[in-house]
């Protein structure tokens, strides 16, 4: 069983700041890709950063100069540093993983969501 955990969402003002962690654990041959998404309300979720393993990483447009992605290989292990909120970054935020737990076998895995809201 693969399980992913995050921690780090709430309430904060516009301009503030929020660091999102996510763990991944169980039955882990390899890990790949990691990453985080959000969806707001009425909306469908949307791609916010990613990290491969090899370590480039990927940011939504929105997000591009204000969030932070980073992981620790050696955890398992991905964090979103999140700066300059605004109300629009607002949703619920999935860690995401892309893990083999076999030799041939890799799936995207996804956490349970954290609530991020940003009020003005």
């Known amino acids: 069983q693969v399980q992913l955990v995050e921690s780090g969402g709430g309430l904060v003002q516009a301009g503030g700041s929020l660091r999102l962690s996510c763990a991944a654990s169980?039955?882990?041959?390899?890990?790949?890709?990691m990453g985080w998404y959000r969806q707001a309300p009425g909306k469908k979720r949307e791609l916010v950063a990613v990290?491969?393993?090899?370590?480039?990483?990927d940011y939504a447009q929105s997000v591009k100069g204000r969030f932070t992605i980073s992981r620790d290989n050696a955890l398992n292990t991905v964090d979103l540093q999140m700066r300059s909120l605004k109300p629009e970054d607002t949703g619920v935020y999935y860690c995401?993983?892309?893990?083999?737990?076999?030799?041939?076998?890799?799936?995207?895995?996804w956490g349970q969501g954290t609530q991020v809201t940003v009020s003005s």
């Open positions: 169980g039955s882990i041959f390899s890990v790949n890709a």
């Open positions: 990290i491969p393993s090899g370590g480039s990483t």
């Open positions: 995401y993983a892309l893990i083999a737990t076999g030799k041939d076998y890799e799936y995207p895995y």
